[in-house]
């Protein structure tokens, strides 16, 4: 596969379309729940595009003036490893910082290793103690900007 891709700001809807190219991520992808989330909030929602197909999707929101949270997030199985969530996690922090926040904070869990060293290489601290951690924590990410 070619790693040529692209990366778009879209809406809700475009985002909500992407979330179900994602099998890990594909059946909680509803417009309730992105509505009642995110609610009146300032928000990126960033979708890949290799051509015009749909390889990854990124989607955060502020919690607050100086914070953005980095909510949901998936590349589609056969474009990992290509660089994809890179480039989107890059973007996101570029863009975050371009409007005034200080934090991107993003929340993961210990089956999703390649995302939790990601994270780690790209200077995300983990602030869940290690012995709080359990199959089911989210555990809690941040960075400054």
């Given at each position: 596969m070619s790693s040529r891709f692209s990366l778009k700001p879209v809406s809700l809807s475009g985002c909500l379309t992407a979330q179900r190219h994602i099998p890990e991520l594909a059946?909680?992808?509803s417009r309730v729940?992105?509505?009642r989330r995110i609610a009146a909030d300032p928000f990126l929602a960033l979708v890949a595009y290799q051509q015009h197909h749909i390889i990854g999707f990124k989607l955060g929101f502020a919690l607050s003036p100086q914070c953005f949270y980095s909510?949901?997030?998936?590349?589609v199985p056969s474009y990992r490893s290509q660089g994809v969530a890179r480039a989107l996690l890059q973007y996101q922090e570029r863009w975050a910082k371009a409007h005034?926040?200080?934090e991107i904070q993003v929340k993961s869990m210990l089956c999703f290793s390649a995302m939790r060293a990601m994270l780690a290489k790209y200077q995300y601290l983990q602030l869940t103690a290690n012995s709080q951690i359990n199959a089911d924590t989210k555990?809690?990410?941040s960075k400054l900007l």
């Open positions: 059946t909680g992808a729940r992105y509505q909510w949901l997030g998936g590349v005034g926040y200080q555990i809690i990410f």
